[in-house]
């Protein structure tokens, strides 16, 4: 996430967090590359602004073409905050302004913001004026599709009527069972079963954004810390057993949002990989497990933005390797490869637009040829830049042998920030679910159902689908579960109404009225 223009869209965006963030603050990315205050710059001063941009806006991370947003976004949202960051002065104001003293040290060492302009502001104003100038006065919309209401799934909802209404943070289907887990931004986890009905209760110390039940009864939770964008340490992963104790498991984490738990060095003992998504900084790290208890951080990445991890061993060598999504400017997938006795060499085998709005990913064998296909969907539309982007959507990469990977196919939809990959329909082809927290509203295709029609796999074809009732609610989480124990999977998802972009008047009344938390799709 990024320092936001004013404290209601502060307010805003910290609940996209766990999505997965279309941030634009990817130059601080660029800090350790950028030009000192002692840089000759008279080899540059004659140059274009062309030329200039490919030197400061693409040293670190995929270029930036102007054609990405509007000429009014660029002028009014983007380039004032990208000034802050090469040290110039800007519109954007002060970025410590609302920062704690605590977190200005932290964000101070990590140099995010140069204390002198590191950019003459001619070289600047070319590169702003290149920008204004050859950005489009608007980009061209998604043109609407005439989709079908799937017959497969029958709506489910489940209105559980919180005093602030629906809030929700974390949805997840419990091990072995019919039943989910819901958690709120009340700090409040639920087990609920599908008719909606409460079995478990556990009141939280913080608000959870990622957990791990165990077949037991007893859990692993993420404790996001504080839920504003912030640098400060203040999340933790803690275990509640089954009577319902509280353990600290890690400390010290910076926003996090999602862990996975695995035994990567092979000692026998499960060790942890978390997302610390952060705010201007950030890392991916795993924590090795010690024989006392303890667990010794090891930073994979030291960046912010670290959405997601799959892991899984790609490279055949026995080793889980570690694969993530990164948003937050630097976006794309990261492959950590594991190499044995705690070393890991790092791949990048995609790489996205820093506004792309990356938001999950799956990794799985779509096209059945044995090799690994990422699934991925984009579509984060909060921070500065809320228009409609034609590049949103849901993509397919097919992988190979060598783990590298190709766009085979894409399908253009407003907005989407998660997907799951699933047989639903049972007939040996991998189907898709793909959910909208930032929709195109005047489509109503918020929630799509991905039926896979391929026949030659060289070119995935889908027959594309709305879910019933998919408007009641604004669907931040998605899940799937055999909810009714009937031998298919059933869809889940979890809603999110503070909004956190615009929505219609009507829509936000009809959220905050039916209370409605969570809806099922039950697969027929």
């Given at each position: 996430m990024s320092v936001r223009l004013n404290f209601v869209l502060s307010m805003l965006r910290i609940y996209t967090l766990f999505l997965i963030s279309v941030s634009l603050l990817f130059f601080s990315f660029c800090k350790s590359e950028k030009k000192d205050s002692t840089t000759d710059f008279s080899q540059q001063i004659n140059k274009s602004g062309a030329e200039l941009s490919q030197i400061y806006c693409?040293?670190?991370?995929?270029?930036?073409?102007?054609?990405?947003?509007?000429?009014?976004?660029?002028?009014?949202?983007?380039?004032?905050?990208?000034?802050?960051?090469?040290?110039?002065?800007?519109?954007?104001?002060?970025?410590y302004f609302k920062m704690k003293y605590d977190e200005i040290k932290i964000v101070g060492a990590a140099k995010?913001?140069?204390?002198?302009?590191?950019?003459?502001?001619?070289?600047?104003?070319?590169?702003?004026?290149?920008?204004?100038?050859?950005?489009?006065?608007?980009?061209?919309?998604?043109?609407?599709?005439?989709?079908?209401?799937?017959?497969?799934?029958?709506?489910?909802?489940?209105?559980?009527?919180?005093?602030?209404?629906?809030?929700?943070?974390?949805l997840g289907s419990s091990p072995n069972s019919s039943d989910f887990l819901l958690a709120d931004d009340s700090?409040?986890?639920?087990?609920?079963?599908?008719?909606?009905?409460?079995?478990?209760?556990?009141?939280?110390?913080?608000?959870?954004?990622?957990?791990?039940?165990?077949?037991?009864?007893?859990?692993?939770?993420?404790y996001v810390g504080n839920i504003h964008p912030n640098d400060l340490p203040h999340g933790k992963l803690i275990r509640i057993d089954k009577n319902k104790q509280k353990q600290n498991i890690i400390t010290g984490l910076t926003r996090p949002v999602h862990f996975q738990k695995q035994d990567?060095?092979?000692?026998?003992?499960?060790?942890?990989?978390?997302?610390?998504?952060?705010?201007?900084?950030?890392?991916?790290?795993?924590?090795?497990?010690?024989?006392?208890?303890?667990?010794?951080?090891?930073?994979?990445?030291?960046?912010?933005?670290?959405?997601?991890?799959?892991?899984?061993?790609?490279?055949?060598?026995?080793?889980?390797?570690?694969?993530?999504?990164?948003?937050?400017?630097?976006?794309?997938v990261f492959i950590f490869y594991n190499q044995?006795?705690?070393?890991?060499?790092?791949?990048?085998?995609?790489?996205?637009?820093?506004?792309?709005?990356?938001s999950d990913f799956q990794i799985t064998d779509f096209n059945k040829d044995g090799f690994?296909?990422?699934?991925?969907?984009?579509?984060?539309?909060?921070?500065?830049?809320?228009?409609?982007?034609?590049?949103?959507?849901?993509?397919?990469?097919?992988?190979?042998?060598?783990?590298?990977?190709?766009?085979?196919?894409?399908f253009p939809i407003s907005g989407l920030t998660k997907v799951i990959a699933e047989d639903f329909n049972k007939d040996g082809k991998l189907d898709l679910v793909a959910s909208a927290f930032f929709p195109n509203f005047k489509t109503n295709q918020s929630v799509l159902f991905f039926e896979n029609t391929t026949s030659d796999f060289n070119q995935p074809e889908f027959n594309i689908q709305t879910l019933a009732a998919s408007e009641k609610g604004r669907w931040l989480l998605l899940d799937k579960g055999d909810f009714d124990q009937d031998g298919d999977m059933d869809i889940i998802a979890g809603s999110f109404t503070f909004s956190a972009s615009p929505a219609p008047p009507k829509l936000l009344q009809d959220w905050k009225s039916s209370g409605i938390s969570v809806m099922m799709w039950m697969n027929e």
């Amino acid at each position: 996430m990024s320092v936001r223009l004013n404290f209601v869209l502060s307010m805003l965006r910290i609940y996209t967090l766990f999505l997965i963030s279309v941030s634009l603050l990817f130059f601080s990315f660029c800090k350790s590359e950028k030009k000192d205050s002692t840089t000759d710059f008279s080899q540059q001063i004659n140059k274009s602004g062309a030329e200039l941009s490919q030197i400061y806006c693409a040293s670190c991370h995929l270029y930036p073409e102007p054609e990405l947003l509007d000429k009014t976004t660029w002028k009014n949202s983007v380039l004032p905050q990208m000034a802050l960051l090469f040290g110039l002065e800007s519109p954007a104001g002060n970025p410590y302004f609302k920062m704690k003293y605590d977190e200005i040290k932290i964000v101070g060492a990590a140099k995010v913001f140069p204390s002198k302009p590191i950019l003459p502001d001619t070289i600047w104003k070319k590169i702003t004026q290149f920008y204004i100038e050859t950005a489009p006065d608007s980009l061209p919309l998604i043109a609407p599709q005439q989709l079908k209401e799937s017959k497969n799934f029958v709506a489910n909802p489940i209105s559980l009527n919180f005093p602030r209404g629906a809030l929700s943070t974390f949805l997840g289907s419990s091990p072995n069972s019919s039943d989910f887990l819901l958690a709120d931004d009340s700090r409040e986890l639920f087990k609920l079963n599908q008719k909606g009905k409460s079995i478990d209760f556990w009141q939280l110390d913080n608000t959870a954004t990622w957990i791990e039940e165990e077949e037991d009864g007893a859990a692993y939770v993420l404790y996001v810390g504080n839920i504003h964008p912030n640098d400060l340490p203040h999340g933790k992963l803690i275990r509640i057993d089954k009577n319902k104790q509280k353990q600290n498991i890690i400390t010290g984490l910076t926003r996090p949002v999602h862990f996975q738990k695995q035994d990567l060095n092979q000692d026998g003992i499960e060790d942890f990989v978390i997302c610390n998504y952060g705010n201007h900084t950030g890392r991916l790290s795993w924590y090795q497990a010690k024989e006392d208890g303890t667990y010794e951080e090891h930073i994979l990445l030291n960046a912010p933005g670290a959405i997601k991890t799959h892991i899984e061993d790609l490279d055949n060598n026995g080793w889980p390797d570690i694969s993530v999504l990164m948003g937050q400017g630097n976006e794309g997938v990261f492959i950590f490869y594991n190499q044995g006795n705690g070393q890991f060499k790092q791949d990048n085998p995609l790489r996205f637009s820093p506004v792309n709005g990356s938001s999950d990913f799956q990794i799985t064998d779509f096209n059945k040829d044995g090799f690994k296909d990422i699934i991925y969907v984009n579509g984060d539309n909060a921070d500065y830049s809320t228009i409609l982007k034609p590049y949103h959507g849901l993509h397919i990469f097919y992988g190979n042998k060598e783990n590298t990977f190709a766009k085979k196919a894409f399908f253009p939809i407003s907005g989407l920030t998660k997907v799951i990959a699933e047989d639903f329909n049972k007939d040996g082809k991998l189907d898709l679910v793909a959910s909208a927290f930032f929709p195109n509203f005047k489509t109503n295709q918020s929630v799509l159902f991905f039926e896979n029609t391929t026949s030659d796999f060289n070119q995935p074809e889908f027959n594309i689908q709305t879910l019933a009732a998919s408007e009641k609610g604004r669907w931040l989480l998605l899940d799937k579960g055999d909810f009714d124990q009937d031998g298919d999977m059933d869809i889940i998802a979890g809603s999110f109404t503070f909004s956190a972009s615009p929505a219609p008047p009507k829509l936000l009344q009809d959220w905050k009225s039916s209370g409605i938390s969570v809806m099922m799709w039950m697969n027929e």
